[in-house]
């Protein structure tokens, strides 16, 4: 069952579990996932967290103690998420060194609702780089207008960066941007650029989700024949971006000096759409230096039935511009689309956040030691 997910890392491809759970750390499954499904990292976002910690019992020795201590809910949940990161982080230790630190990566997310302040983003990151303790940390930054400056701050620092939320090639751009002026400040401060790493989460099937809506309204055969086309179109090009980016004299001082490229990472990788297979965003976003974050369904849907055929963005190109520009035509507003998902991106982890807070409020009250 694992052939297909080993050609896919033999062509490149780091996968990594976009899921999280005490279960999952505890059972033994995340080791079992690592040692048969090659899975070499993990992400975690509020959501993740939220599914995870609700009605799980094996939370409950944690949250009895921090009721105790009357931790609030934002507190309560920073030391449960941070626990299992930290542990995660540990059993995906030898990966790491194995890969001199590219991968064997757990991300966590700084809270959503700082998303537009860029002071409160930075104090948060430092603050999750030092609870976590672990140097196969990275935290998770969105690439919001206000998260750009803090990732070029956090990067100087030091601190591991996985930037998420990431729709627009200009965005990325901008990004990429934040990372090498990061890492021209670290190298100023005299830190060692080969202990830095980070990866540039763009967001895939969210793309298609909106778009193919838009021409599903349109309704035209030419339209129809769009469907399924921009999400890939888009990754393909952010990938060409990346590709210009880290052959440019700016990066190759840098690279002298010992630093790491930001490598893409393709995110939101569960189709939507059943009409699609379910190895899309996966099969076909295959090329060297790249990270998959797979939710579980996704990782046993590639190796049950991936067909990995080599490198599927090389070449793409001249195709994908033309995509993007065919949408352009009905009247699809690729910066409309693009700005709208990143605000719903943050409204949606600030809505699990806010579900994670009241699910955490709820628990430390039943668990909470009654008065005498």
Do not use: C
């Amino acid at each position: 069952m694992t052939d297909a997910l080993k050609r896919l890392s033999d062509e490149g491809v780091a996968i990594w579990l976009d899921d999280m759970s005490r279960k999952r750390i505890t059972s033994g499954n995340l080791a079992e996932l690592i040692d048969q499904q090659h899975v070499v990292g993990a992400t975690t976002n509020p959501s993740i967290f939220q599914k995870a910690i609700s009605g799980d019992a094996l939370y409950d020795p944690q949250v009895t103690d921090l009721a105790a201590r009357r931790l609030t809910p934002d507190e309560a949940v920073r030391m449960i998420t941070t626990a299992d990161v930290r542990d995660a982080a540990d059993i995906f230790r030898p990966v790491f060194d194995a890969t001199d630190g590219q991968d064997g990566r757990v991300s966590i997310e700084v809270d959503p609702r700082l998303a537009h302040d860029t002071r409160a983003t930075i104090a948060e990151a430092k603050q999750l780089a030092w609870l976590v303790d672990r140097p196969n940390t990275l935290i998770k930054i969105p690439a919001t207008e206000a998260g750009l400056p803090a990732i070029a701050d956090v990067i100087s620092r030091g601190i591991s960066v996985n930037v998420t939320l990431i729709f627009s090639l200009e965005r990325y751009r901008k990004v990429m941007d934040a990372y090498l002026t990061g890492l021209e400040k670290a190298k100023s401060g005299g830190l060692d650029l080969s202990q830095i790493h980070s990866v540039a989460s763009f967001f895939v099937s969210r793309v298609d989700t909106e778009i193919d809506k838009r021409l599903e309204k349109i309704g035209t055969d030419e339209a129809k024949a769009l469907k399924g086309k921009a999400a890939l179109a888009n990754a393909r090009l952010a990938y060409q971006a990346y590709e210009e980016v880290f052959s440019s004299d700016r990066w190759l001082a840098l690279e002298k000096a010992g630093a790491n490229k930001q490598r893409p990472l393709w995110a939101s990788t569960g189709v939507k759409d059943p009409a699609y297979p379910a190895t899309l965003y996966v099969t076909e976003l295959v090329a060297p230096n790249t990270v998959n974050t797979m939710p579980e369904a996704t990782l046993e849907a590639t190796a049950e039935q991936g067909r990995v055929t080599g490198d599927t963005i090389h070449g793409t190109y001249e195709q994908s511009r033309a995509d993007l520009g065919a949408l352009e035509a009905l009247g699809i507003s690729y910066d409309e689309v693009v700005r709208l998902l990143e605000k719903e991106g943050v409204e949606k982890f600030e809505a699990s956040w806010n579900e994670l807070l009241d699910s955490t409020k709820a628990e430390l009250e039943r668990l909470s030691p009654s008065e005498a």
